[in-house]
């Protein structure tokens, strides 16, 4: 078998290319970068607030910037390697240089960098963090393209991907898990250098390994489409725009998971109590996903999104009523159930933007998925900004107090204000502002009446379309 | 046309970024009223007649932290494990016009040949206690009545009262007397670290955190003048941070010179108001003492001292006021 780059017109050969050693070394490739955006998501903030006393609202803004950077930075990337032309591939090279670099970066953000005078730690970090974006970018663009590149047949693309998928999806949990470990034995400090070197010495060799098995056996044909075009095409699209407007201002309800390293380590006043934390609500997430397609029978997507932040505000509500001076594993139990809706909110969204696709598709004749999806995600990374701005600015206005570095294991009390702070950060606030993500959809109309007139005056469309073309291939003109 | 407007909204993107982040590094917003609001609720508690409140106090102090030599339990020659000595006291006051009546529970650890606590469980986490004393305080009419678990010890004027005298020194340390008092004592201004405050709903919530340094005395045996020490905590004399020389920097950069210090005192006073009238008080008290350990450089074996601070003492005071309302009856309980 040739690994040569195959023509696209013989794509979708039934003919297998991929061995079970591909898609165990790509999905280790996948859990290693999941891995680290999972450290870095989960744990960098309280890594800056509580162990090198940065002020939060310093890191919020920090974050804020990196990310929207680092967000316009992908399809600059996706340009980059669809110019590319290495006799290794389009996709492989930058696996290959980047894998390293972006091990080093990682462990260098996790640096207690407690002897710098403040000024230094914020230089520090801006220049670390932001380095380490373009490296995530040059490493997870090319390794989001490459199962797509790996085979000219069909099944086995979506094989690779889905497979991957789940094992990235438990790679970001591994954090948590080692997390959960270190703190047990270690002081803070040492819990979260020891986490970032773990993953950042393991993750590049999972990263090589995965990469230097995998093959680029296809020439991707879809134009990476520029992100002033996507801008164009939202304006243009409004009942995308409203959707993106909704997923946008829905990062309101990300606070919840990004609170619980809070709430364990300063209400409960133990952080390896974060993986019952973290990992029953993932769960949760995840089972609620299951839903999707029963409940797809009798609502649609968009009644189903309303419905379920509506619950979801409910349950938040509801632990905030019971309050925390109650024992941990009753508040741990009430936010996984408050956490079930979460996995409809987490996909019917994906559903929505397909229905927008449609319409446009009906309306225009041109379908714009390249475009649609670069915007999802472009919007993930600014919602993902947003949400730690938020959560910093709220600690700072909470009066989160940070260590002074010059004294060793230095955890300052936080006040009784303070804590009832992160509680609602974990609880009412989420509820509360949840909410407006449901403002938008108010002039999104594609509900399911809207959609099944859509899908069969399209289909017809469709219909025609094949028609015609399969007696112009026959030598007829229709 | 399409090219001018996205350009402005691409300017009015980076023109937001950018006031973000000003607004972020000036601090704009954050106005500090604290020693407004703190002037305000001193005013009301001092000319209110008719409260009460309830304090907890959780102390905790390393008892065999060798603060002569500045030596932590571990890097002693032979090493310890930590004794933290966690004693327990609650501390009630009811104030009725001129009378009032305060009532104070301790529950020592017991504690062994050497004067350290015991412990149940080989790790030191678990102290063991020793029967509760509880003082009863009626100050009725002028006159003073002291029981200690149920027997009365003491029954005249309030200024001829002496707790040592009387055999119940912890009295004496807590005292006897208004104790929420202490707590609306102003801060030095050259010890004051940082003071914020912060409005939520119908409730004021200010918060100041002072520092003070213990100078090592042989350092100013030298005929060095020595600033004037005025904090006071457990006896010692704590010089405001700010008029020390053993200190740099500030902020977050504040750094001391442990090697010419004894101890640093950190003390954080939260009170939360509602429309002027205190509700609650929390009060945080930190000593660090200085220390240091010995080590071996492996390129010339040359012995080294490092010297850093650790926590050698940690109390938590919270206060909880109550008034008089519909649902709220101040009383003064018969006298026991």
């Known amino acids: 078998m040739s690994d040569a780059i195959i023509p696209v017109r013989d794509a979708g050969l039934q003919k297998k290319y991929l061995k079970p050693k591909d898609y165990v070394t790509f999905s280790m490739a996948k859990f290693a970068a999941s891995a680290v955006i999972g450290l870095t998501q989960g744990y960098l903030l309280i890594f800056y607030t509580s162990v090198l006393g940065v002020e939060p609202v310093t890191v919020g803004i920090m974050f804020l910037v990196a990310k929207i950077f680092d967000g316009l930075n992908d399809p600059l990337m996706g340009t980059i390697v669809d110019r590319t032309k290495t006799r290794w591939g389009k996709m492989r090279p930058y696996l290959f240089f980047g894998a390293v670099p972006f091990g080093i970066l990682t462990i260098l953000l996790f640096l207690p960098t407690t002897g710098m005078n403040a000024a230094g730690k914020i230089i520090y970090m801006y220049i670390t963090y932001i380095l380490y974006g373009i490296a ?64 950042g010495i393991l993750a590049p060799v999972f990263m090589l390994l995965g990469t230097f098995n995998i093959k680029e056996r296809i020439a991707p044909t879809k134009e990476v489409p520029k992100i002033i075009d996507g801008f164009k095409y939202l304006f243009l699209n409004k009942q995308f725009l409203a959707l993106i407007a909704s997923m946008l ?67 938040l509500l509801i632990v905030y009523i019971v309050g925390f001076d109650v024992p941990w594993a009753v508040t741990a139990v009430l936010m996984a159930t408050a956490m079930l809706p979460v996995g409809l909110l987490n996909v019917v969204p994906h559903f929505m933007a397909i229905d927008t696709l449609d319409y446009w598709e009906e309306k225009t004749g041109k379908r714009q998925e390249g475009i649609t999806f670069a915007l999802v995600s472009l919007r993930g990374k600014v919602s993902s900004a947003f949400k730690d701005f938020v959560l910093a600015a709220l600690l700072s206005y909470f009066m989160f107090a940070t260590p002074l570095q010059s004294i060793n294991k230095h955890a300052p009390a936080q006040l009784e204000f303070t804590k009832s702070g992160i509680f609602m950060i974990f609880t009412i606030i989420p509820a509360a502002l949840n909410l407006i993500s449901v403002i938008p959809l108010i002039f999104y109309k594609l509900d399911g009446k809207t959609m099944a007139k859509i899908t069969e005056r399209l289909s017809a469309k469709r219909a025609a379309s094949y028609i015609g073309e399969t007696n112009k291939a026959e030598g007829e003109t229709v | 046309m399409k090219k001018m407007r996205y350009k402005k909204i691409l300017a009015v993107v980076l023109v937001s970024v950018c006031a973000v982040i000003l607004f972020g590094c000036t601090g704009a917003g954050e106005s500090d009223n604290f020693f407004v609001k703190f002037d305000e609720v001193k005013r009301t508690f001092e000319s209110a007649s008719e409260y009460s409140y309830e304090m907890t106090i959780e102390t905790a102090t390393l008892s065999n932290y060798d603060a002569q030599n500045r030596v932590l339990p ?32 301790f529950t020592d650890t017991k504690k062994d040949e050497n004067g350290f606590p015991v412990f149940s469980d080989k790790d030191n986490n678990r102290p063991e206690y020793v029967d509760s004393m509880t003082a009863k305080f009626f100050f009725l009419s002028g006159s003073l009545r002291v029981s200690v678990n149920g027997s009365g010890i003491y029954d005249g004027d309030l200024e001829s009262f002496d707790a040592e005298q009387a055999g119940y ?71 405001p941070y700010g008029l020390s020389p053993n200190k740099e920097g500030a902020d977050e950069d504040l750094r001391f010179d442990w090697k010419n210090i004894d101890s640093v005192l950190s003390e954080t006073r939260c009170y939360t108001a509602k429309k002027g009238v205190i509700t609650t008080i929390e009060f945080y008290r930190e000593i660090f003492g200085s220390n240091y350990k010995k080590s071996v450089q492996i390129w010339n074996n040359n012995e080294v001292e490092t010297w850093s601070g650790d926590g050698v003492f940690k109390s938590v005071c919270t206060v909880e006021f109550k008034y008089p309302d519909k649902n709220t009856n101040i009383q003064i309980p018969p006298l026991s």
């Not at chain 1, 973290?278 to 968009?302: E, R, T, W």
């Open chain 1, 136 to 199: 995530g970018t040059i490493i997870n663009v090319p390794l989001d393209g490459l199962p797509a590149v790996a085979s000219p047949n069909n099944e086995e693309r979506t094989k690779i991907i889905s497979v991957s998928r789940i094992i990235g999806s438990i790679g970001e949990q591994s954090a948590l898990v080692l997390y959960s470990l270190f703190a047990l034995f270690l002081p803070m400090k040492e819990t979260y250098l020891t986490m970032g070197l773990t993953i």
């Open chain 1, 249 to 315: 201002l829905s990062f309101f309800r990300n606070l919840v998971s990004a609170a619980i390293i809070y709430v364990v380590t300063y209400i409960y006043s133990k952080g390896s109590l974060n993986i019952f934390f973290a990992l029953p609500g993932a769960v949760a997430a995840m089972v609620g996903m299951l839903f999707a397609p029963k409940l797809k029978k009798k609502m649609d997507s968009k009644q189903i999104f309303i419905l379920s932040t509506f619950v979801h505000s409910a349950a």
């Open chain 2, 74 to 105: 571990a890097n002693k020659t032979v090493k310890e494990s930590d004794k933290w000595d966690r004693p327990l006291l609650s501390y009630k006051f009811i104030k009725k016009g001129a009378d009032w009546y305060a009532e104070l529970v």
């Open chain 2, 169 to 239: 020194e912890i009295i004496g340390c807590y005292g006897f007397y208004n104790i929420a008092e202490v707590y609306f004592e102003e801060a030095n201004a050259n010890a004051v670290f940082f003071s914020h405050s912060r409005k939520w709903f119908s409730k004021d919530i200010f918060v100041c955190s002072t520092y003070g340094i213990k100078e090592r005395e042989a350092y100013y045996g030298n005929g060095v003048f020595l600033p004037s020490a005025d904090i006071l905590s457990g006896g010692e004399k704590y010089i």
